[in-house]
């Protein structure tokens, strides 16, 4: 699970009670309650990490030892269709999640901020992010069905051609991310709302007093005040999205033919599927650092909105 | 964006305006109530279709109420069907039984939380509270693993667990997961963080040692933000699937959310096994349900306080 909160600045380590025990640390006592957490940040954390560097290099598949063959994984990935195709049809994916969530949610936001802030309606709409992916990828497989679906019965009721939402290559990858919205508006136009909540009622007064508009109100305070949280929002939506699989996994498995092999998924088929871990780790590098620039990038945009509030 | 209107205006008594604004509220209590609509009732529809049969389901396709109401579905799912009269309701007749997954996510999300918030807790103990070189470093090297996607972990983990002959066993299955989370170190240095040094130092004056300290100050002190992230914690683990998938897919470990993929790949093609299926996702669900109706203000307050995901 990908993990991210709003203070994550390494760059706040001001700790209280410096003051206390002058020169003498507290090596030995914090070695012993460091231990346990050391033990699985290197055994599953760091040495997978550099473990998937290497065998990136290597062909490898399961049995026997990994043989080392420079680059040839990434100079074959860079001339694979599938791979192509997975990283164009991840990207949609991202990409219709980044639109479709974030204007949904923010509308959302905006909309219990000025009506409805009871804890019932916000836990009606957490609701679905508490599910499994694979619980809301089955529940919409049946809502979404073509033959008896609810939802298809509705569209044909008022005279529209049904729709094969999983079974048609055109809306495979659109579907995935309609399930991932639903799942996630809910808990986006929460984190929403909390930064919303945090605004000062004052600058809106002042700005009612001076006579701007409600648009010129939500341009020039809610939208810049907001955007810390937004950006969190969006950095949060696209490394997750990235990662698509489970629904992908219960549903589709990637097709019809293609059209829903996203990235993940591609990678659990090469090395599980076709035993070809060297493959498959080189893919998930090239993931991994699509994620770390992403990151970046955020992190960057991140810190130069951090001093709006102020 | 439906509303672009700062949430001041309507606390501005105009009764010139009153008219215009009330119009506006209705408008978005409408919107509002079909968001509530959209999350909830697709909920409605899976009990509604787990208490039909599947034959009854495809002439009512409509009908909000279960049609042909029936608790052959729920039979199906816990195995006590025999194979001849799950076929004839519209089942594959595979054994399928999800006491047994149910017990495995019970004891998967139990273990793995219970542990990893544990030592999760001490070490951040040791980062907010002790005083030690090299922590800063150490500290910023766990938050960095909070950006390693799991997937790139999950194939050389695979691997070691392989190598230590633990596929297919309980243990194998929670051992990535009991250390700690980067996630649950972060969230707990913040409480301690904050948390008043006088009845520490006190203490310490008395001659306890960090030992007491922590257990007798720090997480009694500490027990509303450990129950949140233990909350937290659970269905986050309940809701694991791509690790249980790769190394627990025998039939003894399978956990829910595998267990409900292997279900629905059994399920005949062309007349799949709705009504089971259902079912199935109802009883995955409900824990989880439970968990949330009993303590949905805590799990909803703790959203704005830290956007965890």
């Not at chain 1, 640390?25 to 473990?51: C, Q, S």
């Not at chain 1, 008896?148 to 990858?173: H, M, Q, R, T, Y």
């Not at chain 1, 949060?236 to 033919?257: E, K, L, N, R, Y």
């Not at chain 1, 293609?258 to 993931?287: C, H, M, P, W």
């Amino acid at each position: 699970m990908t993990t991210l909160t709003r203070n994550a600045s390494p760059a706040e380590q001001v700790l209280p009670g410096t003051r206390r025990r002058r020169g003498r640390g507290d090596v030995k006592i914090a070695l012993f309650f460091i231990a346990p957490a050391m033990i699985g940040f290197v055994l599953f954390y760091l040495v997978p990490t550099l473990r998937g560097i290497y065998l990136s290099f290597t062909e490898y598949s399961i049995l026997g030892e990994p043989e080392w063959i420079g680059v040839a994984n990434y100079q074959a990935i860079a001339k694979d269709p599938l791979f192509w195709n997975a990283l164009g049809v991840t990207t949609q994916y991202v990409l219709i999640n980044i639109v479709l969530q974030t204007a949904l949610a923010l509308g959302l936001a905006l909309l219990m901020h000025r009506v409805a802030k009871s804890t019932i309606i916000r836990g009606a709409l957490l609701l679905p992010y508490l599910m499994a992916n694979v619980i809301a990828a089955l529940l919409w497989f049946w809502l979404l069905d073509y033959q008896i679906g609810i939802v298809n019965f509705l569209i044909d009721s008022i005279g529209l051609p049904k729709i094969a939402f999983f079974g048609s290559a055109e809306w495979a990858i659109p579907t995935q991310a309609l399930i991932n919205t639903w799942r996630h508006m809910g808990y986006t136009a929460l984190l929403i709302f909390a930064g919303l909540q945090s605004i000062p009622s004052h600058l809106y007064e002042v700005a009612n007093l001076d006579g701007a508009s409600p648009m010129q109100t939500f341009r020039k305070i809610t939208l810049p005040l907001l955007r810390p949280v937004l950006a969190l929002v969006l950095i949060v939506t696209i490394i997750g999205s990235f990662q698509v699989f489970d629904t992908v996994a219960v549903t589709t498995q990637g097709g019809p033919v293609n059209a829903s092999r996203v990235l993940q998924f591609y990678i659990y088929q090469k090395a599980f599927t076709e035993s070809d871990f060297g493959y498959g780790s080189a893919l998930a590098v090239i993931l991994f650092a699509i994620l770390a620039i992403v990151a970046f990038i955020q992190m960057k945009f991140l810190k130069g909105n951090e001093s709006d509030l102020d | 964006m439906t509303t672009t209107h700062a949430p001041a205006t309507s606390r501005v008594k105009s009764t010139r305006r009153r008219r215009p604004i009330n119009w506006r509220k209705s408008g978005a209590w409408v919107l509002v109530a079909i968001a509530v609509a959209v999350s909830v009732l697709p909920f409605y529809w899976v009990l509604r279709t787990a208490l039909s049969t599947n034959g009854s389901l495809a002439t009512n396709a409509s009908n909000l109420l279960p049609a042909d109401f029936n608790l052959g579905a729920f039979k199906r799912v816990f195995g006590l069907q025999s194979p001849e009269e799950a076929i004839a309701d519209g089942g594959s007749g595979a054994q399928i039984d999800f006491w047994i997954y149910l017990r495995n996510s019970v004891l998967f999300a139990a273990i793995t939380t219970a542990s990893a918030v544990f030592f999760s807790a001490m070490a951040a103990y040791a980062f907010a509270r002790l005083r030690w070189r090299g922590r800063n470093v150490v500290f910023s090297l766990f938050l960095a693993t909070m950006m390693v996607p799991p997937i790139f972990t999950a194939l050389p983990n695979f691997l070691l667990i392989k190598n230590m002959g633990l596929l297919n066993s309980m243990l194998g299955l929670v051992l990535p997961y009991i250390f700690m989370t980067p996630f649950a170190i972060f969230f707990l240095r913040q409480f301690f963080l904050n948390m008043s040094r006088e009845v520490e130092e006190a203490a310490k004056l008395d001659g306890a040692s960090h030992l007491r300290i922590f257990f007798q100050i720090i997480l009694p002190n500490a027990a509303a933000p450990l129950a949140t992230l233990a909350l937290l914690t659970f269905i986050g683990q309940w809701n694991e699937y791509f690790w249980p998938l790769l190394v627990g897919q025998d039939e003894s470990v399978r956990v829910l959310t595998v267990g409900l993929g292997v279900f629905k790949s059994q399920s005949p093609q062309g007349a799949p096994d709705w009504s089971g299926l259902m079912a199935a996702t109802l009883v995955s669900a409900l824990p989880v349900l439970i968990l949330f109706a009993i303590f949905g203000k805590k799990i909803v307050n703790s959203i704005g306080f830290s956007g965890i995901k």
